[in-house]
Nanobody, 128 residues
Framework: QVRLVESGGGSVQAGGSLRLSCTTS????????MGWFRQVQGEERETVAT????????HYADSVKGRSAISHDNAGSTMYLQIYSLKPEDTAMYYC?????????????????????WGKGTQVTVSS
């Protein structure tokens, strides 16, 4: 059974940083498109960053580009999202997700509905 479990969320002040973790189990995630997504209650879920675990290629939303880093530890099957210079508008529930892809080309443009596996989320709250 495939499982994705997020951790690392919490309450921080603006300007601070957080590292979110997504621990995976139940499958070999060495050739997967994985990503971090966030959702504010009442709004649509949006992509924050994606990574193709086969070659480490990454893609970031403009809202976090330059102040975030997504990474994947193939040995430990854990994906991370480090966000620096947090802003109140980063406040959201953060989810990780994964889906199998044979290569990296389509990973950045993968629609959310195409991600096969999802975690339950971790809340990030940034106060001004």
């Amino acid at each position: 059974q495939v499982r994705l479990v997020e951790s690392g969320g919490g309450s921080v002040q603006a300007g601070g940083s957080l590292r979110l973790s997504c621990t995976t189990s139940g499958n070999d995630f060495s050739r997967y498109c994985m990503g971090w997504f966030r959702q504010v209650q009442g709004e649509e879920r949006e992509t924050v960053a994606t990574i193709y675990t086969g070659d480490g290629s990454t893609h970031y939303a403009d809202s976090v580009k330059g102040r975030s880093a997504i990474s994947h530890d193939n040995a430990g099957s854990t994906m991370y999202l480090q966000i620096y210079s947090l802003k109140p508008e980063d406040t959201a529930m953060y989810y990780c997700a994964a889906t199998y892809y044979s290569d990296s080309v389509l990973c950045p443009s993968t629609p959310l509905v195409n991600f096969a596996y999802w975690g339950k989320g971790t809340q990030v709250t940034v106060s001004s």
